[in-house]
């Protein structure tokens, strides 16, 4: 049986980072670099308030720019997803779509995914006019009309991005009242390009004979009166769920499905510990969760340690 020290579960910043540490305390961390290679910088363009970048830097850039420090010193990147966790063995077992390993320390980094409507309409036409990633599909509704649904930092950024492409951004935001940052909040509502439909829920997203979306139909979350938006895109940015589901039952977590986490970064189970936004629902920055990744190393080293042998 192949041994490791340590295996990192996600290739977000956290990991990463936990990643960057591990290796150089010589611990020679194995990386399952997950469904989502880079995490959710990757979906995004510009970081401006990641520290040591004054004019900003792309977020896929800066991703792979982690991932290069971190197999600079020796992190050994499996290019795969995680299929199962077993907890509850010694030394802990991860299968990655068929391959088994066996690790005596979890570092689980796997972040969280958008969150959605909840609408038929909207898995339907995910592709076909919805997204949940205005950089990665905002090229598709170049000078077209879309729409942002939230009223967070997300909704605005997204915006921001889209105000550059299409010839009009709507936000729908289900209150009078934004959620984002002021910054945020200040940017978006002076930008000409963008309107504001306030208090309105999508009820419905409309579609074309060719099944693409042509418009949404919208509800006064006051009035209850009801009005159809013509648009060619629609982009959720409604926030986020923690990437758990692997994980359910084996180790203590919040009712969100955020895994709980004490003393730094450890878990309810001895051995495995967790950073990044897979157990932060409040801060939730690329730079806090670089930061718990190198918390998570630590706590691993000092775990390994006190176990004798590393
Ligand atoms: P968020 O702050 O949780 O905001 C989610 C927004 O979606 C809220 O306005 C919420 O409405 C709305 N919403 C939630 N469920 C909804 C539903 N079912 N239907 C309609 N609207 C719904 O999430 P986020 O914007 O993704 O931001 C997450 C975190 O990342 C925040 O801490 C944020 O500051 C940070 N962030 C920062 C930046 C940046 O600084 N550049 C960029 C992106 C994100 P209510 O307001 O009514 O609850």
Same mark, same amino acid.
């Given at each position: ?26 611990? *020679? ?5 997950? $469904? ?8 995004? +363009? ?29 992190? /050994? ?22 391959? @088994? =390993? ?14 959605? =409507? ?10 076909? %006019? ?21 009223? %967070? ?14 010839? *009009? ?40 004979? @060719?099944?693409?979306?042509? %418009?949404? /139909?919208?509800?006064? +979350? *006051? @009035? ?19 990437? +758990? ?15 709980? @986490?004490?003393?730094?970064? *450890? ?8 950073? %990044? ?28 340690? $006190?176990?004798?042998?590393?």
């Amino acid at each position: 049986m192949d041994l490791h020290n340590i295996v990192i579960l996600g290739s977000g910043p956290a990991g990463y980072t936990a990643a960057l540490y591990a290796s150089r305390a010589n611990l *020679k961390p194995l990386l399952i670099i997950g $469904a989502q290679p880079g995490g959710q910088l990757t979906t995004t +363009t510009m970081v401006e308030n990641y520290p040591a970048f004054p004019d900003g830097v792309m977020g896929p850039e800066l991703m792979d720019l982690m991932r290069k420090q971190a197999e600079r010193f020796g992190t /050994r990147i499996l290019n795969r997803e995680a299929t199962k966790v077993d907890l509850g063995a010694r030394p802990f077992v991860v299968e990655a779509e068929g391959e @088994t =390993l066996h690790s005596r320390v979890l570092i689980i980094a796997t972040g969280a995914t958008p969150n959605l =409507l909840g609408l038929n309409s909207e898995q339907r036409l995910m592709g076909r %006019g919805v997204s949940t990633c205005a950089t990665c599909d905002g090229f598709f509704f170049k000078d077209q009309e879309v729409a942002v649904v939230g009223g %967070g930092d997300s909704a605005m950024e997204e915006s921001l991005y889209l105000s550059k492409l299409c010839s *009009k951004v709507t936000v729908i935001h289900r209150r009078d009242k934004l959620r984002a940052s002021k910054i945020m909040q200040e940017r978006a509502l002076a930008n000409p390009t963008i309107t504001f439909q306030w208090q309105s829920a999508v009820e419905e997203i409309l579609e074309n004979e @060719t099944n693409e979306v042509e %418009g949404i /139909r919208l509800k006064n +979350t *006051k @009035t209850g009166e009801r009005s159809d938006l013509a648009l060619n895109g629609l982009f959720i940015a409604i926030g986020h769920r923690p990437n +758990t589901a692997l994980l359910s039952g084996q180790l203590h977590m919040d009712e969100q499905g955020y895994i709980i @986490t004490e003393n730094g970064t *450890k878990t309810s189970i001895p051995g495995v510990f967790a950073c %990044g936004d897979v157990q932060d629902h409040v801060y939730r920055q690329a730079v806090t969760a670089a930061g718990s990744g190198c918390m998570a190393a630590m706590d691993a080293e000092r775990y390994l340690e $006190a176990e004798g042998g590393a």
